[in-house]
């Protein structure tokens, strides 16, 4: 596609259900990371892919986090037991080449309630 | 541990050149980057430095890099009110993860 497609772009959820977040990158990309955004903060690095395996996921706050992306295109953040503390924007990028920037998506906003 | 700062505001008047300044602590640091978030919207990458580089232009956009004081600035010239946002440096090593810092909201005022 075009550029990088998040869904949805907001999800509410109540605590303690499970939830995913669905990340579509630039068709031909094969890195592929994920962030999330808290209210006034920078985006914190949660896991990047590497075509189908996590190259890193030190970022991933705990084990209620996990993400997969099987066919090395389309991602999934799957968040399970959500706590309050999860609400944030949740943001995908991807990137072709080292040093070229990377394109984020327009994120999905979750809310636990 | 690797960790990027930048002042919180602020303020210009439109017309005047905005600079935005960061520091960062990575020495091995690779790229350093500047994003552009507006209200509701995801980041957009307006200009990258590579580490061996001191300086780079692109159009009203102008990136200084001191490596040795790990000091990176943007510097737009002629600030419109299109370009109120919040301003984020990051950082990255080879193809690694971006460490951004906390932005910098920038408001022009007519």
């Known amino acids: 596609g075009a550029g990088v497609s998040q869904t949805p772009s907001n999800k509410v959820t109540e605590k303690g259900k499970y939830v995913e977040l669905r990340c579509d990158p630039i068709?031909?990309?094969?890195?592929l990371y994920w962030y999330r955004q808290s209210l006034g903060q920078g985006p914190e690095f949660l896991i990047y892919?590497?075509?189908?395996?996590?190259?890193?996921d030190s970022g991933l706050p705990n084990d209620r986090f996990f993400a997969v992306r099987p066919e090395g295109s389309v991602s999934t953040l799957k968040i399970q037991r959500t706590e309050r503390g999860d609400s944030a924007v949740y943001l995908c990028?991807?990137?072709?080449?080292?040093?070229?920037?990377?394109?984020f998506g327009s994120g999905t906003r979750l809310t636990v309630v | 541990g690797e960790d990027v700062e930048q002042s919180l505001f602020l303020s210009v008047r439109e017309g005047d050149s905005s600079v935005i300044n960061c520091t960062y602590t990575d020495s091995s640091s690779t790229y350093l980057y500047w994003y552009k978030q507006e209200p509701g919207a995801g980041l957009q990458l307006l200009t990258y430095i590579f580490s061996n580089m001191d300086m780079k232009q692109d159009q009203r956009l102008t990136v200084l890099l001191n490596k040795k004081d790990k000091h990176l600035s943007l510097r737009i010239a002629d600030t419109q009110t299109g370009d109120s946002a919040i301003y984020f440096c990051?950082?990255?090593?080879?193809?690694?993860?971006?460490?951004f810092g906390t932005g910098t909201r920038l408001q022009v005022f007519p």
């Open positions: 892919f590497q075509g189908t395996g996590a190259a890193d």
């Open positions: 068709s031909g990309h094969t890195a």
């Open positions: 990028a991807s990137s072709s080449s080292p040093g070229a920037g990377y394109t």
């Open positions: 990051a950082e990255s090593h080879n193809t690694d993860k971006l460490i």
